[in-house]
């Protein structure tokens, strides 16, 4: 099984400072790798899937990066609405999910 | 547009065995996968596995093997995940999910749009 690693646990931000989360699997999942941002009583919502491509109506200020075993998510500017947990999750070999990343407002 | 609905939240006893329903809407029920993905209170995302509603076909990740099963009924578009043996970890909120599409491709295994998910609470 592929397992992931998210760092930091948690982050503690203001509004409009940048986020950068990462994400490290055990063994390279190529590119086959997607972040999920969740709100508290919600389902997750994905952002980006292949590393890098944003989903549909996914605002630019969210972007990702990496390939093999090291991937970054990026979020420019912090909003509001953008403090939540954020998932990684692997499809290269059948599907397991990071534990997360808490996004505080500092 | 495309919704998946899930039944409701049920309390269930260790050792009973409990049955989730997703019902799909807005687009071709067995075109597209659907998966099944837990989560724990105060925990991480748990992939479960997946069904192939037009085959009935079914994937499930090893730590629930011998212990779900996954159906569908084309008539009503619905898919199922069932669970059994419960136990009291098995309390979680559990979410059916489908292939993320964009313009050109659907993508088996990244998971958009997903149910509003049911909670399950497995107690003596």
């Known amino acids: 099984e592929i397992v992931l690693t998210q760092s930091p646990a948690t982050l503690s931000l203001s509004p409009g400072e940048r986020a950068t989360l990462s994400c490290r699997a055990s063994?390279?999942?190529?590119?086959?790798l997607a972040w999920y941002q969740q709100k508290p009583g919600q389902a997750p919502r994905l952002l980006i899937y292949?590393?890098?491509n944003r989903a549909t109506g996914i605002p630019a200020r969210f972007s990702g990066s990496g390939s093999g075993t090291d991937f970054t998510l990026t979020i420019s500017s912090l909003e509001p609405e953008d403090f939540a947990v954020y998932y990684c999750?692997?499809?290269?070999?059948?599907?397991?999910f990071g534990p997360g990343t808490k996004v505080n407002i500092k | 547009q495309v919704q998946l609905v899930q039944s409701g939240a049920e309390v269930k006893k260790p050792g009973a065995s409990v049955k989730v329903s997703c019902k799909a809407s807005?687009?071709?029920?067995?075109?597209?996968?659907i998966q099944w993905v837990r989560q724990a209170p105060g925990q991480g995302l748990e992939w479960m596995g997946w069904?192939?509603?037009?085959?009935?076909?079914?994937d499930y990740a090893q730590k629930f093997q011998g212990r779900v099963t996954m159906t569908r009924d084309t008539s009503i578009s619905t898919a199922y995940m069932e669970l059994n043996r419960l136990r009291s970890d098995d309390t979680a909120v559990y979410y059916c999910?489908?292939?993320?599409?964009?313009?050109?491709?659907?993508?088996?295994?990244?998971?958009?749009?997903w149910g509003q998910g049911t909670l399950i609470t497995v107690s003596s």
């Open positions: 807005g687009y071709n029920f067995i075109a597209y996968y």
């Open positions: 292949d590393a890098s």
């Open positions: 999750q692997q499809r290269s070999n059948l599907f397991t």
């Open positions: 063994q390279s999942v190529r590119s086959s």
């Open positions: 999910a489908r292939p993320y599409c964009d313009s050109s491709t659907c993508y088996l295994g990244w998971l958009d749009p």
């Open positions: 069904i192939n509603p037009n085959s009935g076909g079914t």
